[in-house]
């Protein structure tokens, strides 16, 4: 299966870290990507290839992995950072996915 | 500057066909690596991957609405189609097309503002 399952919601005290996770079979071969997205906006690319930040995303966003398991966390979070995420990734016949998304509030 | 610009109706009925246009520059499909995708969003919920064409055109499609989805591209004006059969209240949505790159990742590092399509009588 190529699915990527998130956890609906998370909370998070300003300041303080979160992490968000991106389950699913097609990451123990493949990378998982990360985007963001405000409310009416395009979505926005916050980490690639699993870890790599692209140019102008913050140092407090980070990516890592574990098994089937992908991982973003974000270090001291910001009140700009609530937004909704979500993984993305590509399965064995060169297809994507996205995962089901995770609600980020920074209270 | 990479720019993307989806174009298309905004209220199609249900059984029409939707075609939607990907317009974009900073790139060209003439480099090697280089693909767009289109990927949509219904009210309130996530994004779900559709279809991919790459610069060689190999072309991705998702399983469950493969049978619908044609995407292809016209090189010299940069743009990509993607056409969707049998339209259905259920794909009103939000479309949006990005770039991605063989060989780099699944990612889509610029993406188009999206367009949204009703689909209604």
């Known amino acids: 299966s190529s699915e990527l399952t998130q956890d609906p919601a998370v909370s998070v005290a300003l300041g303080q870290t979160v992490r968000i996770t991106c389950q699913g079979d097609?990451?123990?071969?493949?990378?998982a990507s990360w985007y963001q997205q405000k409310p009416g906006r395009a979505p926005v690319l916050v980490i690639y290839g699993e870890k790599n930040r692209p140019s102008g995303i913050p140092d407090r966003f980070s990516g890592s992995s574990l098994g089937n398991t992908a991982s973003l966390t974000i270090t001291g979070a910001q009140a700009e950072d609530e937004a909704d995420y979500y993984c993305n990734s590509r399965d064995s016949s060169g297809n994507h996915v996205f995962g089901t998304g995770t609600k980020v509030t920074v209270l | 500057q990479i720019t993307l610009k989806e174009s298309g109706p905004t209220l199609v009925k249900p059984t029409q066909t939707l075609t939607l246009t990907c317009t974009f520059s900073g790139f060209s499909f003439i480099s090697s690596g280089v693909g767009v995708g289109w990927i949509r969003q219904p009210p309130g919920k996530a994004l779900e991957w559709l279809a991919l064409i790459y610069w060689d055109e190999d072309k991705r499609y998702s399983p469950s609405l493969k049978s619908r989805l044609t995407i292809t591209k016209d090189t010299p004006k940069n743009q990509v189609v993607l056409t969707m059969t049998d339209m259905d209240p259920v794909d009103t949505a939000t479309y949006y097309c990005?770039?991605?790159?063989?060989?780099?990742?699944?990612?889509?590092?610029?993406w188009g503002q999206g367009t949204l399509v009703t689909v209604s009588s």
């Open positions: 990005a770039r991605t790159i063989y060989g780099s990742g699944s990612h889509y590092d610029y």
């Open positions: 097609s990451l123990r071969n493949y990378h």
